[in-house]
């Protein structure tokens, strides 16, 4: 079956099933799911019953797709997300964010648990990230174009929209949360990074490393989806301090903003420009 026939498959299968159309699209990282429980009389789809959806098999990763009401925001939720690294295609990585734009979602939220190649960073802050390098070769877009979804060449200035940037600095302010800001690196993984890469990824300008995230991206951006991505530090880069590193360590720091994380989410939720999307 062709990709495109799959994504309506996949699409019309959750469109049977839930009772908003949602706008806004979330998809939470690592240990980071907790926001889901915040959604009002959720409809919940495990990813298992989706057609063409893969499951998510790590550890932090819930494999649910609710939707519902969020701080007065129709949504949808993907609580957790399949990874390139657990042996999948960059077609089957990025299936979610295709089936939430055939629903009609133009908005998006992606999260993740990101180590750090800037020693001022701790575990704990929240980074909006303000671009990406992608240190995969591989990409959603390779192959035939899905002109249903976009163009064959895709612009990519603004791939984290400046205007959503500036609305989730307002929030925090509001909140009285520092938010950092910077650039995330995409690997490959499963493997963290050795100290040699956390390096060269800090000399090439990068703030934060993970195994996710720009995939979703750049897929949504061909889809002209407005885009904000916020990373949790988790843990600090290889060699950047004397100890290794361990998932276990990434949920718990997870756990630990659980209550920061929701309420910057939630308020960012609120005021999100809907009726300005384009």
């Not at 734009?101 to 998006?108: A, F, K, P, S, T």
């Not at 984290?160 to 995409?186: H, T």
């Not at 963290?192 to 390096?199: D, F, I, L, M, W």
């Not at 530090?233 to 720091?253: A, K, S």
Request: net charge negative; proline share 6%.
């Amino acid at each position: 079956m062709e990709l495109i026939a799959q994504v309506k498959e996949g699409a019309a299968y959750v469109e049977e099933r839930i009772g908003v159309k949602p706008r806004l699209g979330i998809v939470l990282g690592s240990g980071l799911g907790a926001l889901g429980e915040r959604v009002e009389e959720p409809v919940v789809i495990p990813y298992g019953e989706i057609p063409h959806f893969h499951g998510a098999t790590v550890q932090g990763h819930s494999g649910r797709l609710l939707t519902g009401m969020l701080q007065g925001q129709p949504v949808m939720v993907l609580q957790g997300r399949p990874h390139y690294y657990e042996g999948l295609s960059m077609d089957q990585v990025v299936f979610p964010v295709r089936c939430m734009r055939m629903l009609g979602v133009d908005n998006l939220i992606v999260t993740n648990a990101a180590g750090s190649l800037n020693p001022d960073f701790r575990p704990g802050d929240l980074m909006l990230i303000r671009d990406h390098i992608k240190m995969v070769t591989d990409s959603p877009l390779r192959g035939v174009n899905i002109d249903e979804f976009g163009p064959r060449f895709n612009d990519m200035s603004d791939p984290y929209s400046k205007e959503i940037r500036d609305l989730a600095k307002q929030c925090g302010e509001s909140l009285g949360f520092e938010l950092k800001e910077g650039v995330y690196c995409y690997m490959p993984g499963p493997s963290y990074e050795t100290a040699s890469e956390v390096r060269m990824l800090g000399l090439l300008g990068g703030h934060a490393v993970g195994m996710s995230t720009v995939p979703e991206v750049i897929t949504a951006v061909h889809a002209g989806m407005k885009v904000l991505g916020i990373s949790c530090i988790t843990n600090m880069g290889t060699g950047i301090l004397d100890q290794p590193l361990h998932h276990d360590e990434i949920i718990r720091v997870g756990e630990q903003v659980r209550k920061t994380f929701i309420t910057l989410l939630e308020s960012i939720v609120r005021s999100w420009p809907l009726n300005k999307a384009t």
